[in-house]
């Protein structure tokens, strides 16, 4: 038995979430983020994503694809975008495991096609990638995934991250860097 909190089996029962972001960028190298109000990370920054339809089948492409359309407004084509990272989050906050796909736009969106503004979810807003660790951003997004992303774009890596131990820790199993 794991024990999380002190709570043998704690880990076990916890529920397995699987999930996509999409980090668009532009051609000024600003990314798309939401400003949420729901949960999970509620009023913190995040890429735009959401979880997998899986009781459809939907595969992690067709989510982000969706997540594209629905909450920024844009029809990419299948090549729109690419897989770059995967994160898998154990324990995170206590309440569950994150399986997390992380998809990129294979090309800058173009000016004044996601415009800012408010929707059901938070607000989008472009955030210039020196400042986006500045924004109110998960300590694992601060400490792993934002490092990743930003490293890696073009390429691809993925990591483990055990919330299970305060500081929570984590390890790259995978990095690829873009060619040059």
């Not at 979810?121 to 924004?135: A, F």
Request: net charge negative; glycine share 10%.
């Amino acid at each position: 038995m794991t024990s999380f909190g002190g709570v043998a089996g704690a880990v076990e029962s916890m529920p397995y979430r699987i999930a996509v972001l999409c980090y668009l960028w532009d051609a000024r190298d600003r990314l798309l983020m939401l400003h949420r109000r729901k949960l999970p990370n509620i009023d913190m920054y995040s890429p735009i994503g959401g979880k997998l339809e899986v009781a459809m089948g939907e595969s992690p492409r067709e989510c982000a694809l969706r997540e594209i359309r629905e909450e920024a407004g844009l029809s990419l084509p299948d090549d729109g975008v690419r897989l770059f990272g995967i994160v898998n989050e154990r324990a995170y906050e206590g309440q569950g495991h994150w399986l997390i796909f992380l998809y990129e736009a294979t090309a800058p969106v173009a000016d004044g096609a996601v415009p800012e503004g408010e929707f059901d979810e938070g607000r989008l807003e472009w955030v210039p990638i020196d400042e986006v660790e500045k924004r109110n951003i998960p300590e694992t997004d601060r400490r792993v995934m934002w490092p990743g992303a930003r490293a890696h774009r073009g390429g691809f890596f993925m990591v483990e991250i055990d919330c299970t131990q305060t500081p929570f820790t984590h390890r790259t199993v995978e990095s690829r860097r873009a060619r040059a």
